[in-house]
C-alpha cells in the first residue's frame, strides 16, 4: 500500500504561481509512475503531468510550458510547479501513484485561480 498526502494549494491571482507537493509513504520501492490529475467542477479527472520512476515525463497539452512536474526520490515527493496560471486551472489536484500493489491517490488539495 501506498499513502500519498498533498501540500501547497490555495488561492492565487492570474499568470501566478503555486508549486504542490505530494509525500509518498508505505511501499514506495514498488512506485513505477507519479501524476498529477486535476478535477474541475463538473468535468472529469484528467491527467496534468506524470513522471516514471525513469524519469520519463508527460503532460496534458493544456499545461505544457507552463507546469513543471519532478520528484526527489530522497525524500519520497513529487512536485508540480505551476506558473502562468490561468482561470481555467481552477480545479482540485489529486496526487496518483503506479506501484506494483496497485493504484492509490491522496486526498486532493484545491487551486483556485482568481483576480
Keep these: 500500500q501506498v499513502q500519498l498526502v498533498e501540500s501547497g ?3 492565487v491571482q492570474p499568470g501566478g504561481s503555486l508549486r504542490l507537493s505530494c509525500a509518498a509513504s508505505g511501499s514506495i520501492f514498488s512506485i513505477n509512475v ?6 474541475a467542477p463538473g468535468k472529469q479527472r484528467e ?3 506524470a513522471i516514471t520512476s ?3 515525463i508527460n503532460y496534458a497539452d493544456s499545461v505544457k510550458g507552463r507546469f513543471t512536474i519532478s520528484r526527489d526520490n530522497a ?3 513529487v512536485y508540480l510547479q505551476m506558473n502562468s496560471l490561468k482561470p481555467e486551472d481552477t480545479a482540485v489536484y489529486y496526487c496518483h501513484a503506479l ?3 496497485g493504484i492509490s491517490w491522496g486526498q486532493g488539495t484545491q ?3 482568481s483576480p
Design 34 to 39: 507519479m501524476a498529477w490529475y486535476r478535477q
Design 9 to 11: 494549494g490555495g488561492l
Design 99 to 101: 506501484s506494483g500493489v
Design 75 to 77: 525524500k519520497n515527493t
Design 47 to 49: 491527467l496534468a503531468a
Design 111 to 113: 487551486v483556485t485561480v
Design 54 to 56: 525513469g524519469g520519463r
